[in-house]
């Protein structure tokens, strides 16, 4: 049974960029929900995913959006980068019915600069 | 609105020690969803316990053990004869519905250093 993989692990970018972060979820799992992590903090949810429809969001702009695929893999996308994005994003999977179980991922660390 | 509040934010004990990591937990939902999480250095987060709010019975799995309280609103984890390989930050979770379990809202972390 595979875990939950982020790519990349770490990434640097620049004020006003756009970036993208990718997952795979755990084979079986049909949901996904993204977290930011913020240096030294708790994660704070950003938004979940479940048959390619968000299902849920946190208190985070526009300017972060995701897609979920038909393989349930999924992405992250925030546009135009601020310094505050700097934090560790953390992909998790799990089956919406029930479980309520999260399976995290390493996560990827953005650097804004 | 939910919120986890975990007081320590660091605690060092030396091993074989007992630790009890805090954790308040605020909800206006009767039906709630209680976890603890760990994140060693490798930065994923591992599941450790899940607890319902009709479920106030302590647990007890090896060396850990967890005492839910309605009364005061606490979820405790307790670690029993430390080891090193516990050194990691521990966070505490809310959810607040079963159809929201994916939408946790998470305690600041407790930063565990067990020294040899």
């Known amino acids: 049974e595979t875990g939950v993989t982020q790519s990349p692990t770490h990434l640097i970018k620049t004020r006003g960029q756009q970036v993208t972060l990718r997952c795979s979820s755990q084979?079986?799992?049909?949901?996904v929900s993204w977290y930011q992590q913020a240096l030294g903090q708790g994660p704070q949810f950003i938004f979940q995913?479940?048959?390619?429809?968000?299902?849920g969001r946190g208190n985070f702009p526009p300017r972060f959006s995701g897609l979920q695929f038909p393989n349930y893999s999924s992405e992250l996308n925030v546009n135009a980068l601020e310094l505050d994005d700097s934090a560790l994003y953390l992909c998790?999977?799990?089956?919406?019915?029930?479980?309520?179980?999260?399976?995290f991922g390493a996560g990827s660390r953005l650097t804004v600069l | 609105a939910q919120k986890v509040t975990q007081a320590q934010t660091e605690i060092s004990v030396v091993e074989k020690e007992d630790v009890t990591l805090d954790c308040v937990y605020e909800t206006r939902d009767t039906t709630y969803y209680l976890f603890w999480y760990k994140q060693p250095p490798s930065g994923e987060l591992v599941f450790l316990i899940r607890r319902n709010s009709f479920d106030e019975q302590n647990e007890i799995s090896g060396r850990y053990s967890w005492n839910f309280q309605k009364s005061t609103s606490s979820f405790n984890f307790t670690i029993t004869a430390s080891q090193v390989v516990d050194s990691a930050v521990y966070f505490c979770a809310l959810s607040e519905a079963p159809n929201a379990g994916n939408m946790l809202t998470f305690g600041g972390g407790t930063r565990l250093m067990v020294k040899p």
């Open positions: 084979s079986g799992h049909n949901t």
């Open positions: 998790a999977s799990s089956l919406l019915a029930g479980a309520n179980v999260l399976t």
């Open positions: 995913y479940y048959r390619e429809e968000e299902n």
